[in-house]
T-cell receptor, first 111, second 115 residues
Framework: EDQVTQSPEALRLQEGESSSLNCSYT??????LFWYRQDPGKGPEFLFT???AGEEKEKERLKATLTKKESFLHITAPKPEDSATYLC????????????FGKGTKLSVKP | SAVISQKPSRDICQRGTSLTIQCQVD?????MFWYRQQPGQSLTLIAT?????????ESGFVIDKFPISRPNLTFSTLTVSNMSPEDSSIYLC????????????FGPGTRLTVL
């Protein structure tokens, strides 16, 4: 069964304190791993798609990496505006393009 | 990237009634998806809507409860029928590109409360 597990469930950081969020997955034929940011009351905002092990992508203070079993979202020197829930999702092989989501990591960055 | 809008943004409905949610994409897309996000939970796929064919429903979701229309490549509707308080949730529309490899974008969601 295709499955996505994110850890930790919640993470509290001080401004400037770098850390990583984990997304482990089991999927038949990965056709993309997706990271989204979701603010309260809003839809998920697309951040990255990774397609193959070893791939890395960066956007401002965020960097996503991918291995055959997991993905990490590294946050460097976070700011309070980075506070949000970060969702990881996979697109299984044989799907019509739909995604399977993890439960997310709620990040709080204190000034 | 695709820009997706949804109507209504929120609604409070009575038990037993139905609500139709509209989703509009600013460009043509092959696939449109409807997800549900229950309070404190992550997203669960309800169905995949292809233009010109019937929607494909995930396990636990049926057409009589969640009928979907997809009249063209930029628009879809989801109806939540005969609502109960358990249907209170955020309903999200999402689009896929011309190829399955493309990124998937989400609308702002419709927050539904059933009394």
């Amino acid at each position: 069964e295709d499955q996505v597990t994110q850890s930790p469930e919640a993470l509290r950081l001080q401004e400037g304190e770098s850390s990583s969020l984990n997304c482990s997955y089991t999927v038949s034929g990965l056709r993309g791993l997706f990271w989204y940011r979701q603010d309260p009351g809003k839809g998920p905002e697309f951040l990255f798609t990774l397609y193959s092990a070893g791939e890395e992508k960066e956007k401002e203070r965020l960097k996503a990496t991918l291995t055959k079993k997991e993905s990490f979202l590294h946050i460097t020197a976070p700011k309070p505006e980075d506070s949000a829930t970060y969702l990881c999702a996979v697109r299984p092989g044989g799907s019509q393009g739909n995604l399977i989501f993890g439960k997310g990591t709620k990040l709080s960055v204190k000034p | 990237s695709a820009v997706i809008s949804q109507k209504p943004s929120r609604d409070i409905c009575q038990r037993g009634t139905s609500l139709t949610i509209q989703c509009q994409v600013d460009s043509q897309v092959t696939m449109m998806f409807w997800y549900r996000q229950q309070p404190g939970q992550s997203l669960t796929l309800i169905a995949t809507a292809n233009q010109g064919s019937e929607a494909t429903y995930e396990s636990g979701f049926v057409i009589d409860k969640f009928p979907i229309s997809r009249p063209n490549l930029t628009f879809s509707t989801l109806t939540v029928s005969n609502m109960s308080p358990e249907d209170s949730s955020i309903y999200l529309c999402s689009s896929g590109g011309i190829t399955v490899r493309n990124e998937q974008f989400f609308g702002p969601g419709t927050r539904l409360t059933v009394l």
